[in-house]
Every structure is written in C-alpha cells, then in structure tokens.
C-alpha cells in the first residue's frame, strides 16, 4: 500500500500564491496517475487536477485551470501543486490521492490511496 503525506498548506491573503506537495512511500504506483482533490466545509469532495506519472498528461478542473499547476518529480516520488491568484473560493483542505491502474481520472471514486489533508486558508 502507498502511502501519501501533503505538505505546504497555510493561510493566505486573496490574489497571493502557496505550494502543495505530496510524497509517497511504501508501494508506489510508478506509472500511475496521482491527483489533487480538496473539500470546503459541508462540501462533497472536488476534483482539483490530476497527472499522469510517466507523461505528464495534466487535467484541471475549470475553477482552478490557469491559476494552479500540477507537476510531478519521479525520481523523488514527489508531487506538487503551485497555487497562484488564489481565491477565498479556494479554501478547503486538500488531499493527495493515487491510483493503481488507468489513466488520470476526475472521480474520486477512481483512486485507493489518500493521504490525511492539509489546510489552505484564504481570507479576503
């Protein structure tokens, strides 16, 4: 089983920029999609983005698309997410998820591994 810390959350100020990462352990997925989702409070879970491990195949949700950018490190079992012009919109915590098989997917439903959050906080 792969397991999944995220790092980098905090408080911000509307217009300003933070940096997610992802590191996994154990039984890494290598050739496998990883994403981004994140829930706000008394919201379902949200696709944010998604790469693909070995391509770099990247797809974002239309809120974030332009603003945020997911990227990936292989040798390092590393995954970013760069968070620009944020939005109070944007508060939520944010989960590292992975996938097994297939290709990058938006449902959430789609991969077995999450890791436990990190808080991102914008205030206006």
């Known amino acids: 089983q792969v397991q999944l810390v995220e790092s980098g959350g905090g408080s911000v100020q509307a217009g300003g920029s933070l940096r997610l990462s992802c590191a996994a352990s154990?039984?890494?997925?290598?050739?496998?999609?990883m994403g981004w989702f994140r829930q706000a409070p008394g919201k379902d879970r949200e696709f944010v983005a998604a790469?693909?491990?070995?391509?770099?195949?990247?797809i974002y949700a239309d809120s974030v698309r332009g603003r945020f950018t997911i990227s990936r490190d292989n040798a390092k079992n590393t995954m970013s997410l760069q968070m620009n012009s944020l939005k109070p919109e944007d508060t939520a915590v944010y989960y590292c998820a992975a996938r097994a098989l297939g290709g990058v997917a938006r449902e959430s439903r789609a991969y077995e591994s999450w890791g436990q959050g990190t808080q991102v906080t914008v205030s206006s």
């Open positions: 790469i693909s491990w070995i391509a770099g195949v990247t």
């Open positions: 154990g039984r890494t997925f290598s050739g496998n999609p």
